[in-house]
């Protein structure tokens, strides 16, 4: 049987969803980070089994720095420090200062656990 490409499409993003609540059971502190773009990260022990997904917020953050290649400047605008300072010295003082990066992103970025994005309570599906 051939299918559509609709359905095919269909097929995939069932099949990813599968996946991300084999994750989300695996490692419930997995966080999903939104990006610009509407795009969206996974950061979580297991996450880099998936595209845009990373182990650590450090990984992440190189990740996003390399998206940008290598321009700080633009990874601070990024998160939110265009409107600090104009040199985004803020920016270097809390990559020094914040003792978890995952903290950091928390406060940089629009987030939510996996399992909060997936709804998922108690292991069952609403």
Same mark, same amino acid.
């Given at each position: 049987?051939?299918?559509?490409? +609709?359905?095919?499409?269909?097929?995939?993003?069932?099949? +990813?969803?599968?996946?991300?609540?084999?994750?989300? +059971?695996?490692?419930?502190?997995?966080?999903?980070?939104? /990006?610009?773009?509407?795009?969206? &990260? /996974?950061?979580?022990?297991? &996450? !880099?089994?998936?595209?845009?997904?990373?182990?650590? &917020? &450090?990984?992440?953050?190189?990740?996003? /720095?390399?998206?940008?290649?290598?321009?700080?400047?633009?990874?601070?605008? *990024?998160? !939110? =420090?265009?409107?600090?300072?104009?040199?985004?010295?803020?920016?270097?003082?809390?990559?020094?200062?914040? *003792?978890?990066?995952? *903290? /950091?992103?928390? !406060?940089?970025?629009?987030? *939510?656990?996996?399992?909060?994005?997936? !709804?998922?309570?108690?292991?069952?599906? =609403?």
């Amino acid at each position: 049987m051939l299918y559509s490409q +609709e359905q095919i499409n269909e097929i995939n993003r069932q099949n +990813e969803i599968k996946k991300l609540e084999i994750l989300a +059971e695996n490692d419930p502190d997995t966080l999903v980070v939104y /990006l610009p773009d509407n795009q969206e &990260a /996974l950061i979580g022990k297991y &996450a !880099d089994d998936f595209t845009n997904g990373y182990k650590s &917020a &450090a990984q992440f953050l190189k990740g996003r /720095l390399n998206h940008y290649n290598g321009d700080l400047n633009k990874l601070a605008d *990024e998160m !939110d =420090y265009n409107d600090v300072s104009p040199d985004h010295f803020d920016f270097i003082l809390d990559l020094n200062n914040y *003792e978890d990066l995952l *903290e /950091l992103v928390k !406060d940089s970025y629009d987030c *939510e656990t996996l399992t909060s994005y997936l !709804d998922i309570d108690d292991g069952g599906i =609403y």
